[in-house]
C-alpha cells in the first residue's frame, strides 16, 4: 500500500463527453484520504474549462494531455492502431509507467479492454483476462463474469474467472466466502455444453467454494455471490438485463395512460418506479473491473451518471489497497489447474 | 389436410397434474371444428373421474390408456429406458402410427424432448431439432430457438434453426416476410463467437430476410420475428426471463409495503400490474414447438394454465393444417445449404 495512491480517469470517455466525468470526479473528492490523487487524461483546454466550473484550485486533481479521443462507435482495433495518442491510451501508458495505480474509463468498451490488455499485459497465471459486472438482485449485488471479453472460452478460463471473481467479491464485495456458481443449462453436475461440463469438474476439484450449475432463473435470487460464464452468454445476458428497464417503463406507461384509476395510481407509486429503475440501471453500479490483467482498469458504462463515476474511482482504490492482482497471482499459483492438472 | 384431425394430448403432464390439463382440453373444445377431436392419453380412471366433472358425453374427446407417468423432476433418460408405457411414449406412439396428428404435453421437457425425437425421428434434411419459444416483446410476440434441445451447435444447425423458425414465423405468426436476427455479442457481421461468425456467413447467402446480428438488449424490442441461437444461450435467456417476473413482485412487494401512499398506489394499479405478470408468464403462451421432427410435438410449460394448454392445442392444430414440415423439407432442400454448399 503507497501513501501516494493516483488514479488516472479518462476525462474524455462516456456518452456524454467530459462534463459528467468531471462532475463524478469532483464528487468523489470528499471521499479521497490524504495524499490520493486523480489524474484527468484529456483535451487539457476543455478540461480546464470544465473544471473552472468547479473552481478546484486546491482539489488533489491534475491535468494531463491528450490529443485524441476515440468515439464510441468507432472500431476498437482500428482506433488503437491509428490514433497513439487518445486520452485512454495516454491513461493506459501513464498506468504502465508507475505514474498512476489504477485507470478509470466510461469511453469506448471494446477499446478500453483491448487497450488495456495491449498496454498493461496479463497478469501472471491468467490466460484470459475478464470483464466483471456487478448485477442487481433481489437480494444483494453479485457479480458475473466474463460479460464480454472472450467471445469463445476454454474450461480453464472459466476456472480462472471463477478464482478471480471470488477474490474481487471477497475484497470489494466483502461476502467472507464468496459462493461461485457455473451458469448451465441445468442444476446437475451432467447438464450443459462440452465447455461448462469441463469447467465443472475443475471448479468442483478446486478450493473455491463452487456451489455447482445455475440456471438462468438463479442468476437474480441473491444466492450465489459469483456467476461464472464466457463471455458470448455473460454479454448477452448484460446487455438483456440492460433492456428490462427500457421495456418495464414501455409496459407501464401504455397502460399508465389508459384511465384516470392508473395515472393517479402510477403518481403515488412514483418513487417505487424511481427506485426500481435505479437498482436496475447499471449505469448508476461502479463500473465494471478488467480483472486479470497486471493494473487495475475499470470499465464504466458509456451512459455512466457522475455518481457511477465516483463509484468506479472508488472501486479503483479499493482495489489497488487490497492489492487484489497480487491475491490472485498466489490463488492460481496454488491451485495450479491447468499447469498441475490437480485442483 | 385432413377432414378428421385429431391430436394427443398428453394428461398426466404439468406440475398440476391432469386436472388443469382436461379443463384446457374441455375450454378450447368450441373452437375445434366439425371432425376434429382430441385424445386423452393417461390413466383412464382417474381421467375419466376429472372429465366427468365437465360431462363430456357429447364432446369429441377419446380416451387412451397409459398406465405409468414421468415424474416432472425424474430424468429423461433414465425414464425413457424404464418406463416403457408412460402417457407421453403413448401419445407419440400414436402419432408414429399415424393414429393422431400431433401431440400437446406439459410433461417434463427434456423426456417430452428426447422422447418425440426418439419416437417421430428427425425430419428430411434436418441435422438437430430445435425448440422454438415464444417471447413477449415490446410489440408483437416473436419466437426464439434453439431454447434448449442443443447445448452445443454447429453453424449448420443455426442456419437451419433460421429455417424453420422463419417458416413456423409466417404460418403461427402471420408474419409475412419474418425478419430473422442471430443473437451475438456486437451488430457488426465481424463480432461474435466461432459459431455465429460462420453462422452469420451461411445466413447472409441464404434467401432469409436475415437482419444480422442482435445484441441481448434487441431480444425483446419486437423488431424481429425469429432469433436464432445456440440451446444454450437460448435456455438461459429463456429461464432468465422467467425469473424477471418473481424479482419484479419481490422489488414492488418490498417497497409497496412501505408507507401508505404506496399502499394506495399499489391498489389502483393492481390491474396494470397483473396485466404485465400475464404478458411476462410464459404459461400463459401456448407452448413451445419443437420443430425439425416428422411430426408435431408442442412441449407446454410445467405450470401452464388451462389457457396455455388450450393455446397449445390450437397451435399444434395450426402446425399440422399449414403443412410446416413439408415446407421446411421443400426450404431446405431449395436452398442446399450443408450439402451443396450454396445459399
Keep these: 500500500m503507497k501513501g501516494k495512491l493516483k488514479i488516472a480517469v479518462d476525462a474524455m470517455g462516456g456518452d456524454q463527453g467530459p462534463s459528467v466525468v468531471v462532475e463524478g470526479v469532483v464528487e468523489v473528492i470528499p471521499r479521497l484520504n490524504q495524499g490520493e490523487e486523480l489524474v484527468l487524461v484529456g483535451d487539457s483546454e476543455r478540461l480546464k474549462r470544465e473544471i473552472g466550473v468547479f473552481s478546484t484550485n486546491f482539489l488533489p486533481i491534475s491535468l494531463v494531455h491528450a490529443s485524441q479521443v476515440i468515439q464510441m462507435d468507432e472500431s476498437p482495433i482500428t482506433a488503437l492502431r491509428k490514433k497513439k495518442n487518445t486520452s485512454i491510451a495516454v491513461a493506459l501508458s501513464l498506468h504502465r509507467q508507475g505514474r498512476v ?115 438462468g432463473k438463479d442468476i437474480l435470487t441473491g444466492d450465489v455471490d459469483v456467476v461464472v460464464c464466457d463471455g458470448f452468454v455473460g454479454n448477452v445476458i448484460l446487455k438483456f438485463t440492460e433492456s428490462i428497464e427500457r421495456i418495464l417503463t414501455t409496459h407501464f406507461n401504455k397502460h399508465l395512460r389508459s384511465n384516470l384509476r392508473s395515472k393517479l395510481g402510477a403518481l ?58 497480487e491475491m490472485i497471482k498466489q490463488r492460481l499459483k496454488e491451485n495450479g489447474i491447468g499447469k498441475r492438472g490437480n485442483g
Tied chains: 1, 2.
Design 101 to 215: 495505480d489504477a485507470v478509470v474509463s466510461a469511453g469506448n468498451t471494446g477499446a478500453v479492454m483491448a487497450s488495456s490488455v495491449w498496454t498493461l499485459k496479463r497478469l501472471e497465471g491468467v490466460d484470459r483476462p475478464a470483464i466483471a459486472s456487478f448485477f442487481p438482485t433481489e437480494k444483494e449485488p453479485i457479480i458475473v463474469l466474463d460479460v464480454g471479453a472472450n467471445a469463445d472460452c476454454k474450461p480453464l478460463n472459466l476456472y480462472q474467472f471463477a478464482v478471480m471473481g471470488s477474490i474481487y467479491a471477497r475484497s470489494i464485495l466483502g461476502r467472507r466466502n464468496p459462493r461461485v456458481g457455473l451458469l448451465s443449462i441445468g442444476e446437475e453436475s451432467s447438464k450443459g455444453n462440452e465447455l461448462t461440463l469441463e469447467a465443472h469438474r475443475l471448479l468442483g476439484r478446486s478450493s473455491l467454494n463452487f456451489i455447482g450449475n445455475l440456471e
Design 268 to 325: 403515488l407509486l412514483k418513487p417505487v418506479f424511481e427506485n426500481f429503475r435505479k437498482d436496475f440501471d447499471y449505469a448508476e453500479y461502479g463500473g465494471a473491473p478488467l480483472l486479470g490483467i497486471d493494473g487495475v482498469s475499470i470499465i464504466c458504462h458509456g451512459k455512466s451518471s457522475p455518481k457511477a463515476i465516483s463509484n468506479a474511482i472508488l472501486v479503483a482504490r479499493r482495489m489497488v489497497k487490497e492489492g487484489i492482482n
